[in-house]
């Protein structure tokens, strides 16, 4: 049995880097919208807007990994 220890470590560090960037965004929205709960009424929309693009984005990168997993999808 031969292993290509190269690509191995590159989904590895793709798989990490991606989970990585995922998770801080997500936090990033948490934040935000945690933000926008106790922020006055004028600061509110753009901080609700940051915390709808980092959940979207999270929730599209969520759905684009579903894709590549599932052959079904394809």
Same mark, same amino acid.
Do not use: E, K
């Given at each position: 049995?031969?292993?290509?220890?190269? %690509?191995?470590?590159?989904?590895? #560090?793709?798989?990490?880097?991606?989970?990585?960037? $995922?998770? !801080? /965004?997500? *936090? +990033?929205?948490?934040?935000?919208?945690?933000?926008?709960?106790?922020?006055? %009424?004028?600061?509110?929309?753009? #901080?609700?807007?940051?915390?709808?693009?980092?959940? $979207?984005? !999270? /929730?599209? *990168? +969520?759905?684009?990994?579903?894709?590549?997993?599932?052959?079904?999808?394809?």
């Amino acid at each position: 049995m031969h292993i290509n220890w190269t %690509a191995l470590g590159q989904v590895a #560090l793709v798989g990490i880097g991606a989970t990585t960037a $995922l998770v !801080c /965004l997500f *936090a +990033t929205g948490l934040r935000a919208a945690d933000r926008a709960a106790a922020a006055p %009424a004028p600061r509110r929309p753009p #901080l609700r807007l940051a915390a709808g693009l980092c959940f $979207l984005a !999270c /929730l599209t *990168a +969520t759905a684009y990994g579903l894709y590549l997993i599932v052959p079904a999808f394809h």
